[in-house]
């Protein structure tokens, strides 16, 4: 079975950063993109920022030029460095791949077990 194990996050103030990986392992034929979301109390999930495997990525507004995510794919690890961090990036970040486990399989979403990151003076 395929698992998504995340680290990287912590609590810093304002204007700090912080640096979020998440590998993928277990039975991997083919990983078609991995993401991050974000989830707020009360407040819906949101994708903030994805890679597929050619490398195209795409942001939200609210972090892009502070967020970039990057792929090493011989890894099947994703990160995400946030930089000049604000307290409405409090949250806990998820991470996200599409992974195909058998040949001709059907590809599923798959979730890490999620990491807070609070930001707070």
């Known amino acids: 079975q395929a698992q998504l194990v995340e680290s990287g996050g912590g609590l810093v103030q304002p204007g700090g950063s912080l640096r979020l990986s998440c590998a993928a392992s277990g039975s991997i034929r083919r990983v078609n993109a991995m993401g991050w979301y974000r989830q707020a109390p009360g407040k819906q999930r949101e994708l903030v920022a994805a890679?597929?495997?050619?490398?195209?990525?795409n942001y939200a507004d609210s972090v892009k030029g502070r967020f970039t995510v990057s792929a090493d794919n011989a890894k099947n690890t994703v990160y995400l460095q946030i930089n000049s961090l604000k307290p409405e990036d409090t949250a806990v970040y998820y991470c996200n791949a599409q992974i195909q486990e058998n040949y001709k399989g059907a590809f599923y979403d798959y979730w890490g077990q999620g990491t807070q990151v609070t930001v707070s003076a």
């Open positions: 890679i597929t495997s050619g490398g195209s990525t």
